[in-house]
């Protein structure tokens, strides 16, 4: 359990769990995950109108095929009334989500990659009048993040249509979100942001972009662009502060991540311990010496969390986190890159109400 500074030692506590006594990181089993939420509450809301936002071209154009051949279709004949609309350009999604009226609406649904999950969130954390309806997550991109830890990994009929029957039924939990306030390159303030899924600096942000050049590879643009940046063995400096504790200098460090929920990217259980409504943010960032390290840790990271145990990552369950670099560096947030350090991110228990 966390600390009242929300810090937790992992490596030995899960290897207790494990039964691993010594050996070396590779040979430990995989954390045993906690389940997606901490509590056991839930509220119930009646749907009969859902304004659906939807990206056309996500995965391959197939969020559109799964709209038109499942969702709007499972949805009317349940007796829902669909108002679905396309984005038509990058931050589409979220303008819709901001501005669009709400008013007798049920759920506001987003279908598409993480990214367009973001752009539906931020827009939504924008309006005047916030949480007038819960929020729904259909999976219709390559990396579908945060449906996986609800139990929709895939952009396929099988779950497309168990998200929907979700939404029908009507149960809502409350899940807690990252507040970002962030740098412009200049200096000054960026507007706010919201995550609900992975803020990350060093080689996560490198490797997601590259991976945005290799869209026509699916799933697997993801374990190359990383493979790629590893090997390039980039090294940064940066000075993290966790909570109120004392700032602590990662030189040199790879890669920082903060998540809301265990899984990034295509399927891949970054931060095995968090869960959705904690109010905690799980933070971990790495420090491997070679490159076979950074391959090793990258490899444990696919064998379901075992990183979490390696010597070279520090894991941490916090509140509030500030992350400072010598000069402004990008940072990603859900699959974007967005604004400069310094950045500081802090958790915003129960922010918004998503049907699970």
């Not at 304004?51 to 829902?80: E, H, W």
Request: hydrophobic share 40%.
């Amino acid at each position: 359990m966390p600390s009242a500074a929300g810090k937790v030692d992992a490596k030995p506590v899960l290897a207790q769990k494990a039964g691993c006594g010594g050996g070396g990181a590779a040979k430990w089993a995989p954390p045993a995950l906690p389940r997606a939420f901490d509590a056991v509450d839930s509220a119930q809301v009646s749907v009969k109108k859902v304004l659906l936002i939807y990206n056309p071209v996500s995965g391959k154009k197939l969020a559109k095929k799964l709209v038109d051949r499942f969702v709007v279709p499972q949805l009317t004949a349940a007796g829902v009334e669909v108002d679905a609309r396309p984005t038509e350009r990058p931050g589409h999604g979220a303008e819709m989500a901001q501005t669009l009226p709400l008013e007798g609406v049920d759920a506001l649904v987003a279908i598409g990659g993480d990214g367009t999950l973001s752009e539906v969130v931020n827009g939504y954390q924008r309006r005047e009048v916030p949480g007038i309806c819960p929020l729904g997550f259909i999976p219709g991109g390559t990396g579908n993040s945060f449906c996986t830890d609800i139990g929709l990994p895939k952009a396929n009929e099988q779950w497309v249509s168990e998200a929907v029957k979700r939404i029908v039924a009507g149960r809502t939990k409350k899940v807690d979100l990252q507040r970002i306030e962030g740098s412009a390159a200049d200096g000054t303030a960026a507007p706010v942001a919201w995550s609900f899924n992975i803020v990350a600096w060093g080689l996560g942000t490198d490797a997601n972009a590259a991976a945005e050049g290799m869209r026509w590879m699916g799933p697997a643009r993801y374990d190359v662009a990383i493979l790629k940046e590893i090997m390039k063995f980039k090294r940064r400096t940066a000075t993290i502060t966790v909570d109120d504790g004392a700032p602590m200098a990662l030189d040199p460090c790879m890669l920082a991540c903060l998540q809301n929920n265990k899984h990034t990217g295509a399927g891949l259980c970054c931060a095995p311990l968090a869960q959705l409504d904690d109010g905690l943010l799980d933070l971990w960032f790495g420090a491997p010496k070679s490159r076979a390290a950074a391959i090793e840790i990258q490899s444990q990271i696919e064998g379901g969390g075992k990183h979490i145990y390696n010597e070279a990552v520090n894991y941490h369950r916090c509140r509030k986190v500030k992350l400072e670099t010598p000069q402004p560096t990008r940072y990603m947030v859900d699959g974007d890159l967005r604004d400069y350090t310094p950045v500081q991110v802090e958790v915003v228990p129960g922010a918004i109400s998503v049907f699970y």
